[in-house]
């Protein structure tokens, strides 16, 4: 017995059309994501500063004066903690510079206790001569350097004046959203942009909470145990601690070492405390705050912090938590819209 059977694949010019369409956007995206990049931090930030802005239209102030008021203000707090804390960082860094010779014999004496023995530079240059030559094309480097920190400056600038832009016509924003918005799910989507906007500010001040806990933590701990450059180190493990994962192993490597100036009892000691303040940090401040005040799930937030650092790097790992609020928010409403049409 033969059974025939055929197949016959009927693609209209239009599916075949959507279909290029859908592609050519999707690469379009790709070649764009650095843009696309930039305006989505943009729009963070000026999630943040809309609250402040607002404020101030509610005072009769116009919005886009509003907004110059609060983005000005910013600068001005930044620059302020920035002069408060700058003479500070600039004498432990001359201290440093003048004292790095003794230092140095301080941490190869607590090496070779060990019967390692530290790095030599000399015994170095002549072990490999062709170094030399490097060094000299160290010029390069620093142009590279050079460079990087100006487009990096020009991305931050971008990025600040894009989200003054976002602030001040936040309403232009919440019309196109109706616009392309079906006329069912209209009023769901809003109110998912509302509650978005609500937590990617409880993301921001949840941030802001972490970081300067443990670079209080760490100022005490390293003053306890008179380690040098306690300032400087302190707020720099604050600042690492944006870096999900690897922010809190460097700044503890960078403790451990500066801790080693002293002794091996005092480096070992103040690894452990920064071990500690990490893992305060990490499992009951960041969740607490995170769970309470975004109203995601724990498992959720370290999922969103892993997708986004692959994808993006440290920036996708800063950015998870508030855009995967924003992507569980929108999920869990369109569910519960489609139970009610059940």
């Known amino acids: 017995m033969n059974i025939n059977t055929s197949f016959k694949l009927d693609i209209s010019w239009s599916v075949i059309f959507k279909i290029a369409l859908a592609v050519g956007l999707i690469y379009f995206l790709f070649l764009i994501k650095n843009i696309l990049l930039v305006a989505l931090i943009a729009l963070v930030v000026s999630i943040i500063f809309n609250p402040a802005v607002s404020y101030f239209e509610k005072k009769k102030i116009p919005r886009i004066m509003a907004g110059i008021l609060v983005y000005a203000g910013f600068l001005f707090l930044v620059i302020g903690v920035f002069y408060a804390i700058f003479p500070s960082i600039i004498s432990e860094t001359v201290s440093f510079s003048q004292n790095f010779n003794e230092y140095y014999l301080r941490y190869s004496n607590n090496i070779s206790r060990l019967g390692l023995n530290s790095f030599n530079v000399a015994d170095f240059l002549k072990n490999n001569p062709g170094i030399g030559d490097s060094i000299l094309n160290f010029s390069g480097t620093i142009f590279k350097f050079i ?31 109706k616009n392309f918005s079906p006329k069912k799910l209209e009023e769901d989507i809003l109110k998912s942009w509302q509650k978005s906007q609500e937590q990617v500010m409880g993301w921001f001040g949840g941030r802001v909470i972490s970081c300067i806990a443990v670079a209080i933590m760490t100022f005490i701990a390293c003053f306890a145990l008179h380690i040098k450059f306690t300032v400087s180190v302190s707020i720099l493990c604050g600042i690492l601690n944006l870096v999900p994962l690897v922010g809190p192993i460097l ?13 091996w009892t005092i480096a070992c000691l103040i690894l452990v405390i920064s071990i500690i ?56 409403n369109y569910i519960a819209y489609k139970k009610n049409q059940e």
């Open 147 to 177: 460079s990087s920190f100006f487009n990096v400056f020009v991305s931050v600038v971008t990025t600040f004046v894009l989200a003054f832009f976002f602030s001040i016509e936040t309403s232009d924003f919440v019309k196109i959203l």
């Open 277 to 332: 303040i990490q893992f305060a940090e990490n499992n009951f401040l960041t969740p607490f705050i995170s769970n309470k005040i975004i109203g995601i799930p724990n498992f959720l937030i370290l999922l969103s912090i892993l997708i986004g650092g692959q994808l993006l790097g440290a920036v996708g790992a800063i950015l998870a938590i508030p855009l995967g609020a924003v992507i569980y928010e929108t999920l869990k």
């Open 251 to 263: 700044a503890s490597l960078i403790l451990f070492s500066l801790g080693l100036l002293n002794s």
